[in-house]
């Protein structure tokens, strides 16, 4: 069993984008997460910790998209561009990205530039999408035109984004894409991720086969590969009367030692090279609830333990 080593370099970033989100208050979130103690707690498990305070967003003048196809596209491009190039600035100073959000449309951001690092380097990149959602739909899918719900989709090169981040950049393979705990996913958005070849674990696959056995193949699976894996966290995933600080709750989610879990074994793994924290909504929390699992959560991820193994 491969455990991650003591002493990771991490770097914080906090991007606090809501305007992706139909509901406002996820630019809150880094706040939250900081107050909740995750410096402190990533520091008391050994790690070299900066953090790197908040981006602004850039400036965009983007190809105009109505507003039904892609809400507030310009500034959530510009958020996206902030985000991708500190990400890119943090893996090149050789230390590990923690992105803390605000809504999902930041990973447009941030994986963007994980996978073109990986292509850099040479490394094949997966992403372990944790969420109630799919995020895999585009303008011409979307009944919303919420861009947190494009994120995934972006990241595979779906057409119809590509003014996020112009020029030449990575793709995530949709293939290497897996979307775990999902239990809401389009009518239009299933067809696409069907096509595309994207393994979805549903909540149906964890009810019935369990969180362990489910993540030891995710894990095996890019072990295999030698790849690097990024984890992209949704507080959603979890189950709305654990974790109620959110927009967009779905019922039947993981509970809390399912989540805890799966931050274990992926810890375990070694493979974790990159991660997000999306979605917290400190305005829809619970005396502060939502944040301070998160922040236990983040540390199981990076090696907390109640005994060593």
Not at 227 to 251: K, N
Not at 276 to 287: G, I, K, Q, S
Request: net charge negative; glycine share 10%; aromatic share 4%.
């Amino acid at each position: 069993m491969t455990v991650l080593p003591p002493g990771r370099a991490l770097s914080l970033i906090g991007v606090p984008v809501e305007e992706g989100a139909g509901t406002l208050g996820a630019a809150m979130g880094p706040r939250a997460l900081r107050t909740a103690g995750l410096v402190a707690a990533l520091r008391d498990l050994g790690h070299d910790v900066d953090d790197d305070g908040d981006v602004a967003p850039t400036e965009v003048h983007a190809p105009y998209l109505p507003a039904d196809k892609a809400r507030n596209f310009a500034r959530v491009a510009g958020w996206a561009r902030a985000a991708h190039e500190r990400t890119q600035a943090v893996l090149r100073r050789g230390r590990t990205p923690v992105v803390l959000g605000g809504d999902h449309s930041l990973s447009m951001g941030s994986v963007s530039a994980v996978a073109d690092h990986c292509a850099a380097i040479g490394r094949q990149l997966f992403v372990l999408w944790l969420d109630a959602h799919a995020d895999f739909n585009t303008p011409a899918t979307s009944p919303s035109g919420n861009m947190h719900g494009m994120s995934a989709a972006m990241l595979a090169r779906e057409p119809g984004l590509e003014q996020v981040l112009p020029g030449t950049h990575a793709a995530v393979d949709p293939r290497n894409l897996i979307l775990f705990g999902i239990r809401s996913i389009d009518s239009a958005e299933r067809d696409l991720l069907r096509s595309r070849g994207v393994e979805v674990i549903d909540m149906r696959l964890i009810d019935e086969f369990g969180v362990a056995a489910l993540m030891r193949q995710v894990v095996e699976r890019v072990a295999a590969r030698g790849g690097h894996l990024h984890v992209s966290l949704d507080l959603d995933v979890i189950d709305p009367s654990l974790a109620p600080g959110v927009g967009t709750p779905v019922a039947g989610g993981a509970t809390y030692r399912e989540a805890h879990l799966v931050m274990e074994l992926l810890h375990e793994s070694g493979l974790v090279g990159s991660l997000d924290v999306v979605e917290l909504n400190p305005f829809l929390d619970d005396r502060g609830r939502s944040a301070l699992l998160l922040v236990d959560l983040i540390a199981s991820l990076f090696g907390r333990q109640v005994w060593s193994r």
